[in-house]
């Protein structure tokens, strides 16, 4: 009977595993919030705005249903941070380096799944990685805390101070969103209280950042001793487009909103802190040191691309990744200039790349779009906001024009769902939902069809 069971086990698709992973950790997350320990006032939460709430959590993307300071206890509010750390750093790894440090035999079936659920290269080495994973994550978010530290203890206290340090630590790199600042400034004020702070907002956005990048970025730029030119091609990629995705989206941002009420009362000094904020911060964190709902239409137009394009392959952001709008961009370039391969840094990428990234774009294009359209049906709302909250969701970012707490149960089922298609993967959650067949070596008859 036993040896059955494990077999059935092991002939569940890798993406199945990684699918039921996250939606455990969300019942898990669910059961934990409905206790009326975890919430302030009596009785306890809905189930549902549990569920949503747990839902975003582990899928760190940080659109709330109510004021994580206000509404929830300091039990409520720990088990929102590990969910959220679990959700970030995986699942998987957090299983995988449990297993190691436990001295268990780690089969291939879960190799494999780990190199799934991270976009590892490769098999080889996903122990040793998974190691690096959560080391390096304890790492920079205890220095991140010790950091915020300096600021949040003389001005809350040592206890809070410490406490309020390492949640938006956490928070931070896992580019989740979530905040206390609510019983400070007022609740969903996320980090409106300190939009001219260069110090904390430097912090927040260093660890946005390097959260985004990924953590086979991270290993690639260690064990190169940060000699850039010997980086790999993806590391290039995503380096390269990260760096000017922030330049050229705080630009854009500081000049359409400049003179705007956005922007207004504020001085330079703070109005280019905040336009370098909401550029790191639109990139799958979810935080705010301003008031969204005021910005211009162009404005939010900006934000959903750079919410759309999210960070990077194997780290704890979403979106479709910086790698895939990458090669979508040379993939153009490609054709203009007839050339057979898709190029970049003196490197010739592997076939099929383009049909992979298309997939990807188009399939979160479509979920986005959809289902803005019927958020804007349900709820009575412009398609802009209804969009911008869609992209947010799927994209795991977080940001919110103040829709999310409104919206009534299937709008609160649609964007869960959005969340978990967007922590999970695009086409993790298509090839969980697909049935195997099996591959034939035949080919069809060829035919032509013009596009274009």
Not at 115 to 138: D, W
Request: proline share 2%; net charge positive.
């Amino acid at each position: 009977m036993w040896k059955q069971k494990w077999n059935v086990w092991h002939s569940v698709s890798p993406m199945k595993l990684i699918l039921g992973g996250y939606c455990l950790i969300i019942l898990i997350g669910t059961i934990l919030l409905a206790l009326p320990v975890a919430t302030r006032g009596p009785g306890g939460s809905d189930i549902t705005d549990c569920f949503f709430t747990a839902t975003s959590a582990t899928c760190v993307t940080g659109l709330i249903r109510f004021d994580t300071a206000t509404h929830w206890t300091v039990f409520g509010q720990l088990v929102i941070i590990s969910l959220i750390q679990i959700g970030g750093v995986g699942f998987m790894t957090v299983t995988i380096v449990v297993m190691a440090f436990t001295k268990q035999k780690i089969g291939l079936n879960q190799r494999v799944i780990m190199q799934n659920s991270i976009s590892a290269p490769q098999i080889g080495g996903i122990v040793r990685m998974s190691r690096f994973i959560v080391l390096g994550t304890f790492l920079v978010e205890a220095v991140g805390a010790a950091l915020l530290a300096v600021d949040f203890i003389p001005r809350f206290g040592l206890a809070k101070g410490a406490y309020y340090s390492f949640f938006h630590s956490i928070s931070a790199f896992c580019n989740a969103g979530f905040d206390l600042m609510g019983s400070e400034t007022g609740p969903y004020s996320s980090l409106t209280g300190l939009e001219g702070n260069w110090y904390v907002n430097l912090i927040i956005m260093l660890l946005i950042f390097l959260g985004g990048l990924g953590f086979f970025v991270w290993h690639d730029i260690l064990s190169k001793r940060m000699k850039l030119k010997r980086l790999n091609l993806q590391s290039k990629m995503v380096l390269s487009i990260s760096i000017s995705l922030v330049l050229i989206g705080a630009l854009v941002i500081f000049l359409l909103e400049n003179g705007q009420p956005m922007f207004e009362g504020m001085n330079l000094s703070q109005k280019l802190a905040a336009s370098f904020f909401q550029s790191v911060s639109a990139r799958t964190a979810g935080f705010n040191t301003t008031d969204l709902s005021v910005m211009t239409e162009s404005g939010k137009f900006v934000m959903i691309l750079l919410m759309f394009i999210g960070g990077s392959t194997g780290s704890t952001a979403g979106g479709i990744k910086t790698t895939t709008f990458w090669v979508l961009c040379i993939s153009v370039v490609t054709t203009f200039r007839r050339k057979k391969n898709v190029e970049a840094f003196g490197r010739r990428m592997e076939e099929g790349i383009t049909r992979t990234a298309s997939c990807v774009f188009m399939t979160y294009l479509l979920l986005t779009t959809s289902s803005a359209v019927l958020l804007s049906a349900i709820e009575k709302v412009p398609m802009v906001t209804a969009l911008f909250e869609t992209v947010s969701a799927m994209a795991t970012v977080g940001l919110s024009f103040g829709l999310t707490p409104t919206v009534g149960m299937f709008s609160k089922l649609l964007l869960a769902f959005l969340m978990l298609c967007g922590r999970v993967g695009s086409i993790t959650m298509l090839l969980a939902f697909s049935s195997e067949k099996r591959v034939t070596n035949s080919r069809l008859p060829l035919d032509k069809v013009q596009v274009g």
